[in-house]
């Protein structure tokens, strides 16, 4: 009985890996632009001047399917001296049910432009900042590349190396 049980189990686990390795490209950036647009919050990773990562908790803004996401913060907090030495971050987001995470690796850019601000602007930022010209600075997320687990869509890692579904991003 129990030798049934494992080659079930196996069966289960060789289905779901190769359902997860036949999804496009497209359908990945689909079911990640879902999970990041769900998630309540964000993981920032920026790199230290001394070549360590630090990470913080962030509230994200994600504009569109092209991944156009937006942070905001403090002209003075140390991810912008993070950044202004090494653009490069990782940010990551997992879903309400914690059956799904998507990771961005890629670059994080200031931008100081009123304008820009006003365009790309979360109202819920609105109560940290009394003057949205010079108490923030918005930090603009260009992906390079996105991994994507999603249990619930049996999107699942590498079954030796656990290494997630892993694309590309077109600029």
């Known amino acids: 009985m129990l030798h049934k049980k494992i080659l079930f189990f196996s069966f289960l686990f060789i289905s779901f890996n190769l359902l997860s390795q036949t999804i496009s490209n497209q359908e990945i950036k689909n079911l990640a632009f879902n999970i990041i647009k769900e998630s309540k919050n964000s993981v920032f990773i920026t790199i230290d001047s001394l070549g360590k990562p630090t990470s913080r908790i962030m509230d994200h803004h994600i504009i569109n399917k092209n991944f156009d996401i937006y942070l905001v913060t403090n002209p003075f907090s140390r991810k912008v001296t993070h950044l202004r030495l090494n653009s490069s971050i990782s940010i990551n ?3 309400p049910d914690g059956e799904n995470y998507v ?3 890629g670059k994080g850019i200031l931008i100081d432009d ?3 601000k006003i365009k790309y602007w979360k109202n819920e930022w609105t109560p940290f900042y009394n003057n949205i010209d010079t108490d923030c600075v918005l930090i603009q997320i260009i992906p390079q590349s996105l991994e994507l ?5 049996d999107i699942i890692g590498d079954p030796k190396t656990w290494k997630p579904k892993t ?3 077109d600029d």
């Not at 687990?149 to 869509?153: D, E, Q, R, W, Y």
Request: charged share 0%; proline share 0%; glycine share 0%.
């Open 93 to 95: 987001f997992q879903s």
């Open 103 to 105: 990771s961005i690796n």
């Open 114 to 116: 009123i304008n820009l």
């Open 149 to 153: 687990v999603s249990l619930s869509n």
């Open 167 to 169: 694309i590309i991003i």
